[in-house]
Nanobody, 121 residues
Framework: EVQLQASGGGLVQAGGSLRLSCAAS????????IAWFRQVPGKEREGVSC????????YYADSAKGRITISSNNAKDTVYLQMNSLKPEDTAVYYC??????????????WGQGTQVTVSS
């Protein structure tokens, strides 16, 4: 059974940083792409970034480029999302998702439970 456990969210002031973690289990980590999405109530879910664990290739949404870095520790089956220079508009619930293959992935079968990120102005 695929399981994804997102953690690391919290309350931070604008300009601050957070590192989110997505701990994966139940599948061959290296065969999967793992992505981060975020969602604000009443708005569509937005893709933030994706990493292909087979070769480390990464993809970023335009809103994430320059401030957000995705990385993977294949020994720990964990993907990280380092977010710097946070803005109030980054406030959302952040989810990680996994799908067999490489980024970009257009439909993810498995999702974590989400972690809240709140950026105060």
């Amino acid at each position: 059974e695929v399981q994804l456990q997102a953690s690391g969210g919290g309350l931070v002031q604008a300009g601050g940083s957070l590192r989110l973690s997505c701990a994966a289990s139940g599948f061959t980590f290296d065969d999967y792409a793992i992505a981060w999405f975020r969602q604000v109530p009443g708005k569509e879910r937005e893709g933030v970034s994706c990493i292909s664990n087979s070769d480390g290739r990464t993809y970023y949404a335009d809103s994430a480029k320059g401030r957000i870095t995705i990385s993977s520790n294949n020994a720990k089956d964990t993907v990280y999302l380092q977010m710097n220079s946070l803005k109030p508009e980054d406030t959302a619930v952040y989810y990680c998702a996994a799908e067999r293959g490489n980024c970009p992935v257009y439909k993810y079968a498995d999702w974590g439970q989400g972690t809240q990120v709140t950026v105060s102005s």
